[in-house]
């Protein structure tokens, strides 16, 4: 369902501007009238000039804002995106060949205000995802471009037979790499990934070209507080985590490098190395400090 649309010149003048409004997509059968997923706006902007020409119509921006996502799976398998109708083709369809082509010459593509639900009562699995922002840009018609991805996401809650594991976890991101699309090899510069007060900095490449997937990446956290490493024990165990005092320092580091093959059953030599020196854990209701704790692995 569409509520309305709307086509304009003035807003990206030059570029064609076009917007959906109040677009939402229902289940079926027994997922009949429930909210599948929604959209309170999905805008694209075009090269005008490319509309005009037989060259194909060129994407310069694709925003989507305020998002909802419901995924639903029941105790029987049953998903509620499954709502295509099965249908066989007995006729065949002669292919277009005169149809313009579709270039994808990116200069934005966002997700904004997202929220995305997942219950899996199949696999007694709930996750919830609230205030999600997705930034990417990159031209995607070179066979070599510089991409930049930035991820932030408010509220992030994971359930697993009943263990709260992250409650409401903020996470961070920001990726700049160096894409080769011909030979998809991703090179990736001083980027970051963070989950609640852990910053995790990594570096390296990756390379697909063809079934197997070859690794050289380095990741770790530059020494920072105790605490922060307790910020990622599950939500039951640390309710009172603001309440929680301590001391000391950690350093996490590693490496994931080698080749990833299915068809021969290798995995990459992965390395972690985790060092805790001199920590300290107060917390209120334990009459006694826990300090001295000292790990290297």
Same mark, same amino acid.
């Given at each position: 369902?569409?509520?309305?649309?709307?086509?304009?010149?003035?807003?990206?003048?030059?570029?064609?501007?076009?917007?959906?409004?109040?677009? $939402?997509?229902?289940?079926?059968?027994?997922?009949?009238?429930?909210?599948?997923?929604?959209?309170? $706006?999905?805008?694209?902007?075009?090269?005008?000039?490319?509309?005009?020409?037989?060259?194909?119509?060129?994407?310069?921006?694709?925003?989507?804002?305020?998002?909802?996502?419901?995924?639903?799976?029941? /105790?029987?398998?049953?998903?509620?995106?499954?709502?295509? /109708?099965?249908?066989?083709?007995?006729?065949?369809?002669?292919?277009?060949?005169?149809?313009?082509?579709?270039?994808?010459?990116?200069?934005?593509?966002?997700?904004?205000?997202?929220?995305?639900?997942?219950?899996?009562?199949?696999?007694?699995?709930?996750?919830?995802?609230?205030?999600?922002?997705?930034?990417?840009?990159?031209?995607?018609?070179?066979?070599?471009?510089?991409?930049?991805?930035?991820?932030?996401?408010?509220?992030?809650?994971?359930?697993?037979?009943?263990?709260?594991?992250?409650?409401?976890?903020?996470?961070?991101? /920001?990726?700049?790499?160096?894409?080769?699309?011909?030979?998809?090899?991703?090179?990736?510069?001083?980027?970051?990934?963070?989950?609640?007060?852990?910053?995790?900095?990594?570096?390296?490449?990756?390379?697909?070209?063809?079934?197997?997937?070859?690794?050289?990446?380095?990741?770790?956290?530059?020494?920072?507080?105790?605490?922060?490493?307790?910020?990622?024990?599950?939500?039951?165990?640390? $309710?009172?985590?603001?309440?929680?005092?301590?001391?000391?320092?950690?350093?996490?580091?590693?490496?994931? /490098?080698?080749?990833?093959?299915?068809?021969?059953?290798?995995?990459?030599?992965?390395?972690?190395?985790?060092?805790?020196?001199?920590?300290?854990?107060?917390?209120?209701?334990?009459?006694?400090?826990?300090?001295?704790?000292?790990?290297?692995?």
């Amino acid at each position: 369902m569409i509520e309305d649309y709307k086509l304009g010149f003035f807003k990206n003048f030059p570029n064609l501007s076009f917007s959906l409004n109040g677009l $939402s997509v229902v289940g079926i059968d027994r997922f009949n009238n429930d909210t599948l997923a929604g959209l309170n $706006s999905f805008s694209l902007v075009f090269n005008l000039s490319s509309l005009l020409g037989d060259s194909g119509y060129e994407v310069k921006s694709i925003v989507m804002d305020k998002a909802v996502i419901n995924a639903i799976v029941l /105790k029987d398998g049953t998903a509620n995106w499954d709502i295509l /109708k099965d249908t066989t083709a007995t006729e065949e369809v002669e292919e277009d060949t005169t149809a313009s082509t579709l270039k994808i010459v990116l200069q934005k593509v966002a997700l904004l205000n997202t929220t995305i639900s997942y219950i899996d009562d199949q696999s007694a699995m709930k996750a919830y995802v609230n205030d999600l922002n997705f930034n990417l840009k990159g031209d995607m018609t070179m066979s070599e471009t510089d991409m930049q991805m930035g991820l932030n996401i408010g509220a992030v809650t994971f359930i697993m037979d009943g263990m709260k594991y992250l409650n409401k976890a903020t996470i961070d991101s /920001k990726v700049d790499l160096l894409a080769n699309l011909d030979n998809m090899k991703f090179t990736f510069g001083e980027n970051f990934f963070a989950i609640n007060d852990l910053r995790l900095n990594f570096k390296g490449m990756v390379a697909m070209p063809g079934d197997e997937i070859e690794t050289d990446i380095e990741f770790g956290t530059p020494q920072t507080s105790f605490k922060t490493l307790l910020s990622l024990v599950p939500a039951v165990y640390m $309710s009172d985590y603001q309440d929680l005092k301590t001391s000391g320092q950690f350093t996490l580091t590693g490496y994931a /490098k080698g080749v990833y093959s299915d068809a021969d059953s290798t995995l990459p030599d992965i390395s972690l190395n985790l060092a805790i020196n001199n920590g300290m854990i107060s917390y209120p209701d334990l009459p006694e400090k826990i300090h001295n704790i000292n790990l290297k692995s």
